[in-house]
């Protein structure tokens, strides 16, 4: 590619290469950009499409052009990729494994139980083998969530913001770790919105005209992975803050829908996260000591 450019006589500090997310597939490659100081920008691959309208013919060498049309398009408004810390490379990668293995015992969970229920004995080794493989990911789990706050202790600005976090109800270690991670430790997003949108948990109008009065509703298009933690976040929330509590029973005796309310907590829960990271100082729980 270098010698390509270079019988082109294309400027890389000139240039921005445009491309679509493959998550763990194009590390290697941005590295390398990284090191080279070429500007690069990641793309939704759906975002592409939907910006070329209707098409006809597909190939790699149609798809390139189309990504490079887009590129171009919208050269005014994409901002290069800045890369994230070696510690958060290596934090994402942590978090990872870890949520992997926690699927696999999940799994493993669900046949145990069923096998429990058909009356299958512990001691038969169709029920053992599976119960010594869930000590085995427990452990190796354990392991990892050492490993995830030692990477975490050990760079101040990650550790200060994993604290802070922590200090709001309904957040734990989980939940924190992977918002530092979507977040690039707070420097992804401008404001709490950007990140509800990223989320799936910020409502949008749904109206035109006379004719369309559809009512306000989130997104399908987002992070399910970190909407989802945010949800068991907001259930948390709701049983242990005194504030949200109160909010989440007024509004169910005014008639309006657990689901909706729900994702207003979650909501809230993104704007304590950006506040406290913005000033810097602990969640304090008890708003009516605050007044």
Not at 128 to 155: F, P
Request: glycine share 6%; proline share 2%.
């Amino acid at each position: 590619m270098l010698k390509w450019m270079h019988q082109l006589k294309i400027d890389s500090s000139k240039m921005m290469l445009v491309m679509e997310h493959t998550g763990l597939y194009s590390f290697c490659f941005e590295e390398f950009l990284h090191k080279q100081g070429i500007a690069f920008c990641k793309v939704n691959a759906l975002e592409i499409k939907r910006s070329v309208g209707l098409i006809r013919g597909k190939s790699d060498k149609l798809d390139a052009a189309r990504i490079a049309a887009y590129g171009f398009a919208k050269r005014d408004r994409l901002k290069p990729d800045v890369g994230a810390s070696k510690a958060l490379q290596r934090l994402k990668l942590l978090n990872a494994s870890r949520e992997l293995l926690v699927r696999h015992r999940t799994g493993l969970k669900c046949v145990i139980k069923e096998l429990n229920n058909i009356g299958v004995p512990e001691k038969d080794l169709a029920l053992h083998s599976q119960i010594q493989v869930i000590k085995s990911l427990d452990k190796q789990i354990e392991k990892l969530e050492i490993e995830i706050k030692r990477v975490i202790y050990q760079e101040e600005s990650l550790a200060k913001n994993y604290d802070l976090l922590n200090s709001i109800k309904g957040v734990g270690p989980v939940v924190a770790t992977t918002t530092l991670i979507k977040t690039q430790n707070f420097s992804r997003f401008e404001n709490a919105r950007k990140f509800a949108c990223y989320c799936g948990t910020a409502p949008f109008e749904h109206t035109s005209g006379t004719s369309i009065r559809g009512k306000t509703r989130v997104s399908h298009l987002a992070d399910k992975k970190m909407k989802s933690l945010l949800d068991l976040a907001a259930r948390s929330a709701i049983t242990s803050d005194k504030e949200l509590k109160a909010f989440y029973e007024r509004r169910l005796e005014l008639g309006k829908g657990k689901t909706s309310t729900i994702n207003i907590v979650r909501n809230k829960i993104i704007y304590r996260m950006f506040a406290v990271i913005k000033r810097q100082t602990p969640f304090v729980n008890d708003f009516l000591q605050v007044a």
